[in-house]
T-cell receptor
Framework: AQSVAQPEDQVNVAEGNPLTVKCTYS??????LFWYVQYPNRGLQFLLK??????LVKGSYGFEAEFNKSQTSFHLKKPSALVSDSALYFC?????????????FGTGTRLLVSP | NAGVTQTPKFQVLKTGQSMTLQCAQD?????MSWYRQDPGMGLRLIHY???????DQGEVPNGYNVSRSTTEDFPLRLLSAAPSQTSVYFC??????????????FGEGSRLTVL
């Protein structure tokens, strides 16, 4: 069975500092990995995904994520945080070859960027 | 483009009442789904559809019904509301039902409170 863990309920960072939001996963085969962001009172928005190829994936709003197969991790990163990055971030995973209905979401990590 | 539109945004029900949450998308997506979001639990799949006339159960289907008479619409029905159904509900859609690498497109959510 697929699973994903986001070990931190909240991450605090000062504006201008680098940020990392952690995600580890478990699948039986090869993973499709996704990051979504949820701003207050809004739906989830797609940030980036890893399907195959380069382990460093670049996405929207300057975010990137690094796929590490040996550590089964897909941490979200940004070199310089903005106050506007404050939101709830979800990691999601599904096995390659499975449908959308097999997508499993983490419990979310709240990012708080202070001025 | 309107994307994925959910109505109503807020609803308060009494235990035992019924209601329908509406979801419409104008992107000609084959796949549509309903999730519920509860604190500390991430998103859980209620029901999904891979095309008009085809629906199936997700992780937490009890107490909910769906139908898919058109490609655009995917309503979620609560037949007899219970306090345990107090949650935020999200509709999501995407291209290509199976084995695809695409991401989900989410509506802005419907906050339901059952008293």
């Amino acid at each position: 069975a697929q699973s994903v863990a986001q070990p931190e309920d909240q991450v605090n960072v000062a504006e201008g500092n680098p940020l990392t939001v952690k995600c580890t996963y478990s699948v039986s085969g090869n993973p499709y990995l996704f990051w979504y962001v949820q701003y207050p009172n809004r739906g989830l928005q797609f940030l980036l995904k890893y399907i195959t190829g380069d382990n460093l994936v670049k996405g929207s709003y300057g975010f990137e994520a690094e796929f590490n197969k040996s550590q089964t991790s897909f941490h979200l990163k940004k070199p310089s945080a903005l106050v506007s990055d404050s939101a709830l971030y979800f990691c999601a995973v599904r096995d390659k070859g499975t449908g959308f209905q097999k997508l499993v979401f983490g419990t979310g990590t709240r990012l708080l960027v202070s001025p | 483009n309107a994307g994925v539109t959910q109505t109503p945004k807020f609803q308060v029900l009494k235990t035992g009442q019924s209601m329908t949450l509406q979801c419409a998308q104008d992107m000609n997506h084959e796949y549509m789904s309903w999730y519920r979001q509860d604190p500390g639990m991430g998103l859980r799949l209620i029901h999904y559809s891979v095309g008009a006339g085809i629906t199936d159960q997700g992780e937490v289907p009890n107490g909910y019904n769906v139908s898919r008479s058109t490609t655009e619409d995917f309503p979620l029905r609560l037949l007899s509301a219970a306090p345990s159904q107090t949650s935020v509900y999200f509709c999501a859609s995407s291209y290509f039902p199976d084995r695809a690498t695409g991401e989900l497109f989410f509506g802005e959510g419907s906050r339901l409170t059952v008293l």
